[in-house]
Nanobody, 117 residues
Framework: QVQLVESGGGLVQPGGSLRLSCAASGRLFSINAMAWYRQAPGKQREFVAEITSGGGTNYANSVKGRFTISRDNAKNTVYLQMQMNSLKPEDTAVYYC?????????WGQGTQVTVSS
């Protein structure tokens, strides 16, 4: 089992910045990659960014150049973070932390990001 807890969402004006964090605990050795997804009202959940166990990163075209994903390993916790700059109203969504393991994916509870003036 892997437990994921997100934090850092909130309300920000267009052009502003937010930093999301996700604390992963449990069977950390089983995690191959971690990622952020988001789901806007009335839309399907979509991929935002991922980081592999080797440190490689991938981004959705819509956030490339504006978002940066990173990962820090502590003794019993892995911290997944995403720095979001130049935020746009279309970035408004619930953001979910994802851990990809051999048994299957784990999801956090989500954190709301609202970009509005």
């Amino acid at each position: 089992q892997v437990q994921l807890v997100e934090s850092g969402g909130g309300l920000v004006q267009p052009g502003g910045s937010l930093r999301l964090s996700c604390a992963a605990s449990g069977r950390l050795f089983s995690i191959n990659a971690m990622a952020w997804y988001r789901q806007a009202p009335g839309k399907q959940r979509e991929f935002v960014a991922e980081i592999t166990s080797g440190g490689g990163t991938n981004y959705a075209n819509s956030v490339k150049g504006r978002f940066t994903i990173s990962r820090d390993n502590a003794k019993n916790t892995v911290y997944l973070q995403m720095q979001m700059n130049s935020l746009k109203p279309e970035d408004t969504a619930v953001y979910y932390c994802n851990a990809l393991t051999i048994p299957g994916p784990y999801w956090g509870q989500g954190t709301q990001v609202t970009v509005s003036s």
